[in-house]
């Protein structure tokens, strides 16, 4: 049978991005920012366009997908944000979005293994045979240091190595870009995206610092409109 190239298209882009230009599959992303620049909302807004099969702001996602939240954020408060999302967005279905509300130490082996077990029991309670095709670790502070840095990027190889999804991380504090930590941290990941607040304090853009192996350093700029905002404004 022969394809046509709106199928092969589908099945190059299924292959290599959860997010085009944004989130590649099976990589390290990060999402870094100064605390306070709604880091958390906007991994949230990707971790529900992928989990919807819904394009974030033009940027084409392939297929509907699981994703896991790690999060410290309360469940009352991840609910509110998703529900803003959702309503803003009109969807109605049920979404693939599973939420882990307990704190997790990346850098403590059990605690990894609780992890890949926590997992495990929430695909058995969505029904999924398959591990998500992407984990969003919402990481309360930044980190302080080149061995911190370090023993998290070989936490995450690890639980790559066991589970063979692509990470998130969010960090809610900003990282000087000539510090050691933030330098093996972007010479580490596939994707590294920072999140600025604009001066409306109603939205973000979110900048591509860097884009490894689907395509070059793109750049580009997105201004969001963030769950969080959403909620001041009422919507």
Wanted: aromatic share 6%; glycine share 4%.
């Amino acid at each position: 049978m022969i394809k046509s190239i709106r199928e092969i298209d589908l099945e190059i882009n299924q292959q290599q991005w959860l997010i085009k230009d944004i989130v590649p599959k099976d990589s390290i992303s990060v999402i870094c920012g100064v605390d306070g620049n709604k880091n958390a909302q906007t991994a949230i807004e990707l971790a529900l366009s992928i989990a919807n099969g819904k394009d974030w702001h033009g940027k084409y996602v392939p297929i509907m997908q699981q994703v896991i939240l790690i999060t410290v954020d309360s469940p009352n408060k991840v609910g509110k944000r998703t529900n803003v999302w959702n309503k803003a967005n009109q969807i109605h279905a049920r979404s693939m979005l599973a939420v882990l509300n307990t704190p997790i130490d990346l850098v403590d082996k059990c605690q990894l293994r609780r992890l890949i077990s926590d997992i495990s029991y929430c695909n058995q309670r969505e029904g999924n045979d398959e591990f998500p095709a992407l984990i969003v670790v919402d990481i309360q502070g930044g980190l302080t240091n080149e061995y911190a840095t370090s023993r998290l990027i070989n936490s995450i190889d690890y639980l790559r190595s066991e589970i063979g999804c692509a990470f998130l991380l969010v960090f809610n504090e900003g990282i000087s870009e000539e510090s050691d930590s933030f330098i093996k941290l972007f010479n580490s990941a596939d994707a590294v995206h920072r999140v600025t607040a604009l001066d409306d304090d109603l939205a973000v853009r979110v900048r591509c610092l860097k884009m490894k192996a689907f395509a070059k350093p793109n750049f580009i700029e997105l201004k969001i409109s963030c769950a969080e905002s959403s909620l001041v404004r009422g919507l």
